[in-house]
């Protein structure tokens, strides 16, 4: 495997080959360059660095953002529906509270200090569910590492 580097270029201008072995535009490429003394590449070398600030974002963050949402910083995505355990005939049942209530017989199930956002459950064993799940979210977190 041969790397051409013009006279007076620097190492890191040098281009990817194919078929080096190298997975080009991931941190794992940034590491293989390294490992195999292959001059990195632009796509590795901009992985490598978005990795690296994305963990020192994390790093940096307060110890109450930490024990609140385990170091992730950024926007958080939207809570996916969640399922009550048995076929519900409502669709709307489980969303977010943050839509409007789309049916008049849906109650919105919401417990203080808990990680489950409010949601929008119908009355009865669905309500049931989606209370006993908020509820157990306010329970604290052990990390098993």
Not at 32 to 40: D, E, I, M, N, R
């Amino acid at each position: 495997m041969t790397t051409t580097v013009r006279a007076g270029a620097s190492a890191a201008v040098a281009g990817p080959e194919r078929g080096d072995g190298i997975d080009h535009g991931t941190p794992r490429g940034y590491r293989q360059h390294h490992a195999k003394g292959v001059p990195y590449c632009g796509r590795c070398r901009k992985a490598n660095r978005d990795e690296k600030r994305s963990y020192n974002e994390a790093k940096r963050a307060s110890a109450a953002q930490q024990s609140w949402n385990r170091g992730k910083v950024g926007t958080p995505s939207e809570p996916r529906l969640r399922p009550t355990g048995r076929e519900c005939p409502d669709a709307a049942c489980g969303t977010a509270a943050t839509e409007p209530q789309a049916s008049a017989h849906l109650v919105v199930v919401a417990v203080d200090g808990s990680r489950e956002p409010a949601r929008w459950y119908c009355a009865g064993p669905c309500a049931a569910y989606g209370q006993a799940l908020a509820e157990i979210r306010t329970l604290p977190v052990v990390d098993r590492a």
